[in-house]
């Protein structure tokens, strides 16, 4: 529909008189009224009935005036709109659980104080995020990691244990000792690697399925276990002792497909991590 029509439109409703319309529109009145009639053929409604002294706007033209005025308002208004308007970037980021708090914190944080104007789409990792904030052994194969921490495995004994009358814990103290395993997540393999290394047989008192629930098991005081040091030092009802033994640690980071890169506030934020 040609904006030129609605505006003749509107000046005819307002004015109530072609030939005042005209001179509003600064055009004939043969233009006004052939405009008229074409909007009329388009709608398949009469908008006015004619008379010596002017027009009378029928019901089609009351229903259609505060339409017209609102399109015609829009678009004056839209090369300003684009013109000052900041656009906001958004992010579509999957987020695991189990990662401590401070990390998450200090990622939003800083993402949001270094881009501008970012709003996030929060969700669980997947593959339908653009982005996902995770430990490694989560990504998916085909996507790229940036490594972002590094979260050193601990050992954590219950309060009350025997064990922690020592200042220093030796990995063959730990033989025949229950042991809570969390064989879905990361933590369960390098628990197995730590433990591999002392020789001894352990006595498993529970297999969980989250590290928030081998926690829940830990401070219930059933058993011993290694945890990400972060994740593990917010909680009370044990206690985390250092051991003689191979250490290790977790990398938590972003990883992200390639064509994720085509979102310019994804680009960004790859660019501001490679520098921290």
Same mark, same amino acid.
């Given at each position: 529909m040609d904006?030129?029509?609605l505006k ?5 409703y307002e004015?109530?008189?072609l030939?005042?319309?005209?001179e ?6 043969p233009?006004?009224?052939n405009?008229?009639k074409q #909007?009329e053929k388009?709608?398949? !409604?009469?908008?006015f009935?004619?008379h010596k002294?002017?027009?009378i706007a029928? %019901?089609a ?9 609102r399109i015609?308002?829009?678009?004056? $208004?839209?090369?300003d709109l684009f013109?000052? %308007?900041k656009?906001?970037h958004k992010?579509?980021?999957g987020v695991a659980?189990d990662?401590?708090?401070e990390f998450k914190?200090?990622f939003?944080k800083t993402?949001s104080q270094n881009i *501008?104007? #970012? %709003?996030?789409?929060?969700r ?6 653009e982005?996902?904030l995770?430990?490694? *052994?989560?990504k998916y *194969?085909e996507?790229?990691f940036?490594?972002l921490?590094?979260e050193?495995?601990?050992l ?7 064990l922690? *009358? !020592? ?5 063959s103290?730990l033989?025949?000792e229950?042991f ?8 369960h ?9 002392s020789g001894s ?8 399925? $989250?590290?928030? %629930?081998v926690?829940t098991l830990l ?6 276990t290694?945890?990400p040091e972060?994740?593990?030092k917010p909680w ?9 033994g ?7 980071g972003?990883?992200?497909p ?10 960004q #934020?790859i ?6």
């Amino acid at each position: 529909m040609d904006t030129r029509i609605l505006k003749f439109f509107v000046a005819v409703y307002e004015q109530k008189n072609l030939t005042r319309a005209a001179e509003q529109c600064f055009v004939s009145q043969p233009n006004i009224s052939n405009g008229i009639k074409q #909007l009329e053929k388009e709608l398949g !409604k009469e908008l006015f009935s004619r008379h010596k002294r002017g027009v009378i706007a029928k %019901e089609a033209a009351h229903y259609l005036y505060p339409i017209a005025k609102r399109i015609l308002c829009d678009l004056a $208004t839209l090369p300003d709109l684009f013109l000052h %308007e900041k656009f906001k970037h958004k992010i579509c980021i999957g987020v695991a659980q189990d990662l401590p708090q401070e990390f998450k914190s200090t990622f939003f944080k800083t993402a949001s104080q270094n881009i *501008e104007l #970012l %709003e996030w789409d929060i969700r669980p990792i997947g593959r339908d995020c653009e982005i996902n904030l995770l430990v490694r *052994e989560w990504k998916y *194969e085909e996507d790229l990691f940036l490594s972002l921490w590094h979260e050193d495995y601990v050992l954590c004994i219950p309060d009350h244990h025997p064990l922690l *009358e !020592k200042e220093i814990i030796e990995l063959s103290d730990l033989a025949k000792e229950d042991f809570i395993h969390c064989p879905p997540c990361e933590a369960h393999q390098q628990s197995f690697s730590i433990l591999n290394n002392s020789g001894s047989k352990w006595n498993t008192v529970a297999n969980c399925t $989250t590290k928030t %629930e081998v926690l829940t098991l830990l401070m219930a005081g059933l058993g011993i276990t290694f945890l990400p040091e972060f994740f593990a030092k917010p909680w009370k009802g044990f206690q985390i002792k250092p051991y003689n033994g191979p250490k290790y640690y977790r990398e938590i980071g972003f990883s992200y497909p390639k064509e994720s890169l085509n979102n310019p506030a994804i680009a960004q #934020l790859i660019a501001l991590f490679s520098k921290v």
